[in-house]
C-alpha cells in the first residue's frame, strides 16, 4: 500500500522495503517504517539502491479494506462463535449509519437483537461500541454459533469483533506493540488510546 513516487528528485522514488517488517500501533494508527532510494547518493552517484531515507507511512487501525456502501448495503457474517460480551465496530459512516442485528444459523433474528432494537451508530471511529435497547451486552449468546448482520449507509466497515472488556480490547496481536500496551496483544482497548 506503500508506493514510490517514480519522480526524478524524489527521496521514495524507486525501491522501498520496510525496515522493520513490522508495525506499530499508537492509537487509532498503524505506523510503518520503511526505507525510500532516490536513485541518487549525496556524492552524485546513481544507482537503484543509493540515497536511502527512512520514512514513517500510517494507515487507520485495520485499515486495509473495508465494506463500503455508497447508498444502502447489508453485510452477513458466516457463523461465527466468541466468548466476549461486547460488540465494537470499526467504522467511517458520519454522514450515514450503521445497526446490527445478530442471527442464528438459519439467518433468524435472536430477539432482542434485531436491527429494530438496534442503537444507530453515526461516527468515525476505529474503536466503536454496538449496543442494542434494553440489553446491556451479548453474555446470553456467548459459545452459539451466530451471524451478524451488518446495515450500512453512506459509510465503510473496516472490522469488528467481541470483546470480554467494555473496554473494546480484541485480544489480537498488535505488530510490534505500541505506547500503552503491557505487550504485544491488545489488553487495553481504548486505554490505550
Known sequence: FIATTRKEGDWDRGYLHGTAGVFAVIGDKLWFPYCGYAGVAPNGHKGMYTGASVGLASLRRDGFASMEATQKGVLTTRPVTFTGQHLFVNVDCPQ??????????????????????????????????????????????????????????????????????????????????????????????????
Open 96 to 193: 450515514g449509519e450503521l445497526k446490527v442485528e445478530v442471527l442464528d444459523e438459519t439467518n433468524k433474528v435472536i430477539a432482542p437483537f434485531s436491527v429494530k432494537n438496534a442503537e444507530v451508530v453515526k461516527v468515525n471511529k476505529t474503536l466503536q461500541a454496538v449496543s442494542w435497547k434494553g440489553v446491556s451486552d451479548l453474555s446470553s449468546l456467548t459459545g452459539k454459533p451466530v451471524k451478524f448482520r451488518f446495515y450500512l449507509t453512506n459509510g465503510k466497515l473496516y472490522s469488528f469483533w467481541v470483546s470480554p472488556d467494555k473496554n473494546g480490547a480484541s485480544h489480537g496481536y498488535l505488530g510490534a506493540g505500541g505506547p500503552g500496551q503491557e505487550g504485544l496483544v491488545d489488553t487495553k482497548g481504548i486505554n490505550a488510546y
